[in-house]
């Protein structure tokens, strides 16, 4: 049997030591003596060594032998290892918890290399450890958290014939053993709910008869202490609705009340989980189950109306962001996100090409407008409000429920308008519902949310200008046909343009993701009056707008410009010409200007043959650019593959100008002098999807 040599064991110790050393000398030194130790055929066992019997090393250091090890295992799997499969559990025993938990992801990994086949004992060994009544409580603990990974890093592994016999059916029985036991611990329950959640979505025909006593487990453990424990109780619910609902049809009415109660649990990460069976079960395609949810409804809608106000602590977050989210203050680099290019399609000449574009999937829930609305930076603040979190799910839920049962939303929300900021993000959840059935409060809900527009509070006029814009069709169909609230479309619509220059980013790129929806849901003679000025403002808000937000104005300009006279070109052009000449050739912000230039150029016509020659000119030059640099990363390992949205834009853009103007553009091209066929049919050769997507329209 092998056996680690002193010396050599000694100096790893201090080699790992010196890995956690705050001296970047000593970790690089140290670092580079391991890469070359990982040629050595018995480092991995040293590595053991260190982790499991090594009581000299500090736990940091143990860690980080376990660390590599894990590594080392994944890196090359077909290694026997008999050593590491002989001693590694003993790491189970160890009184560290850290420690304990490096071993249990050795296991894993070392499972997961070897298979059933090459480490039979594993999970017996495992098992046994876990049922042992004399057995210390945290190594009971330790050897099912280690099940745990296996069954979520290899349970489909365990669902094989292996001399005859599949490892998962005598896991899930002594599983289900397991978790009934007067002995479990908290963390066992959990781990192994865990366990079994990897399982059932195998659908082996043993887990599924099973399912009826796995089930009546979870309602044991539904009123349990732990809170990681009810959250599991949760998901297992979810599991067993994705994979055999009709197993969880005759308890359904108490797995639903059951969820509502949890959603006001102390733990948020509890009441999310129970949240997410709601919204899961609300949007099954079968209709089995909305009569059950139909009887708890009045039980439900205020609870997800509670939840989507916001915490205390989102609300001290908000107060944080709100302070540097000033107009004025220049947008960081992380701040913009990278943008994609839309492609051909993005700018059909003429008005009309549907709302759903610019509405960027809302998905009738607040989650998109306050995604767009937090998503003003990457730091840990900002981060934190952009987190799919109890509110935004209690909303989604919230949208699911009203497109199924219209009335009873429409029964409980309307009560609640003037009490709370959910309400109106709830009113922009369930448009649809409002305009279908329930017209006649329209009338009193669009004055009120175009007073909430003038709020002090910068997230009332964001969200309130978002809500406004769900309810944009019945505004504007009022108006367009001299109904009886025609005159509400001017207020309203004058109310959001002059939101695009509040004095937060926020509000502004609200109102001019409203403002396209408005645009779009209106037909042109209704619009047409307001040109003018709209063009006048728009050049107000591109010398106004910090940089992400001139990315939103691009799309906004880009729904609005039917109809102009030249001298509205002269207002519009110029501001956009003035961020064309300063943007460089390879910029990502450049892929929303030439798509709002492809746009402008289209529709403008001969309008724009004053700036046509040095638009298609650049155009071409961006487009010849990056074929050369595809080609180049072909043949050049360093160069770095360049973005086909270049391609895709610029080749939008070349065709803005060619629908503009029509057989005028063959002149304009003569003129140029380049062939502009050779870079086309390059761009007809690429065979990734984003030229793909634009080649289907030549």
Request: hydrophobic share 45%; proline share 5%; with cysteine.
């Amino acid at each position: 049997m092998w056996q680690a040599d002193p010396q050599e064991l000694a100096e790893l110790r201090r080699i790992f030591k010196a890995t956690l050393s705050p001296r970047h000398a000593e970790r690089t030194a140290a670092l580079e003596f391991l890469s070359h130790a990982r040629a050595q055929p018995e480092f991995e066992n040293y590595l053991c060594q260190l982790l499991v019997h090594d009581t000299e090393s500090a736990p940091d250091v143990r860690a980080a032998a376990g660390i590599n090890l894990k590594n080392a295992v994944l890196k090359n799997k077909e290694r026997s290892r008999e050593y590491l499969k002989e001693h590694i559990m003993a790491g189970l025993a160890l009184p560290e918890a850290m420690v304990r938990n490096i071993t249990g992801n050795v296991i894993s990994s070392l499972f997961a290399a070897q298979g059933v086949a090459g480490w039979p004992s594993a999970l017996a060994q495992l098992l046994l450890v876990a049922e042992l009544p004399e057995a210390p409580a945290a190594l009971k603990e330790s050897a099912v958290a280690a099940l745990a990974k296996i069954c979520e890093d290899s349970a489909v592994s365990l669902d094989q014939e292996y001399n005859g016999e599949r490892p998962l059916d005598h896991v899930t029985a002594r599983l289900l053993l397991l978790v009934s036991s007067p002995q479990a611990t908290l963390q066992i329950r959990a781990a192994v709910v865990h366990c079994l959640n990897q399982l059932v979505p195998l659908k082996s025909q043993l887990v599924l008869v099973f399912l009826g006593q796995y089930l009546q487990a979870l309602f044991t453990m539904a009123s349990d202490d732990s809170a990681s424990v009810r959250k599991r109780v949760c998901t297992a619910f979810l599991t067993v609705l994705e994979t055999r609902p009709d197993a969880l049809t005759p308890h359904i009415d108490g797995v639903v009340a059951y969820c509502v109660h949890l959603m006001r649990d102390a733990d948020e990460d509890v009441a999310m989980e129970a949240c997410e069976f709601l919204l899961a079960l609300l949007e099954r395609p079968d209709p089995a189950f909305r009569p059950v949810f139909q009887a708890q409804l009045q039980s439900v809608l205020p609870v997800l109306l509670e939840k989507m106000v916001y915490s205390e602590d989102q609300i001290v977050l908000i107060e944080l962001v709100d302070e540097r989210d000033n107009a004025q203050n220049a947008d960081r680099e992380q701040d913009v996100r990278p943008n994609m290019a839309k492609g051909k399609g993005a700018h059909n000449v003429g008005k009309k090409s549907g709302p759903e574009q610019q509405q960027r999937d809302t998905n009738a829930s607040d989650s998109d407008a306050e995604s767009d609305a937090d998503s003003d930076s990457d730091s840990d603040d900002d981060d934190e409000l952009e987190l799919w979190n109890l509110r935004r799910c209690a909303a989604a839920t919230l949208d699911a429920v009203s497109l199924n049962h219209p009335q009873e939303v429409i029964d409980v929300a309307l009560p609640e308008l003037q009490s709370r900021i959910a309400a109106i993000l709830a009113f922009g959840a369930i448009s649809k519902s409002c305009i279908e059935l329930a017209r006649d409060k329209l009338p009193t809900l669009v004055p009120f949310l175009v007073d909430r527009m003038k709020d002090p509070e910068t997230r009332v006029r964001q969200i309130s200008c978002w809500t406004l814009s769900r309810y944009a069709t019945w505004i504007c169909e009022e108006a367009d046909e001299g109904g009886q609230y025609a005159s509400y479309f001017q207020h309203t619509f004058e109310a959001v343009v002059l939101l695009t220059l509040d004095s937060k980013k926020l509000v502004q790129q609200a109102a001019c993701l409203a403002l396209s929806l408005f645009v779009e849901a209106a037909e042109v003679p209704l619009i047409a009056y307001y040109v003018g000025p709209l063009i006048e403002h728009f050049a107000k808000c591109f010398a106004f707008y910090q940089r992400k937000n001139l990315l939103i104005l691009y799309d906004c300009v880009s729904t609005f410009v039917f109809g102009l006279s030249p001298e509205h070109a002269n207002v519009l052009l110029p501001p956009l010409l003035h961020n064309w000449q300063l943007l460089q050739d390879d910029d990502t912000d450049l892929w929303p200007l030439l798509e709002c230039m492809s746009v402008v150029a289209a529709t403008m016509g001969e309008l724009f043959a004053p700036y046509a020659m040095p638009v298609y000119e650049r155009a071409l030059k961006i487009l010849a650019n990056a074929i050369q640099l595809n080609m180049d990363v072909h043949t050049d390992p360093l160069i770095e593959a360049p973005e086909k949205d270049f391609m895709v834009a610029s080749l939008d853009l070349i065709d803005g100008l060619v629908q503009g103007f029509k057989e005028h553009s063959v002149d304009m091209m003569k003129q140029h002098g380049a062939n502009i066929m050779e870079p086309v049919l390059a761009c007809l050769e690429d065979h990734e999807r984003t030229c793909v997507s634009w080649r289907t329209h030549c």
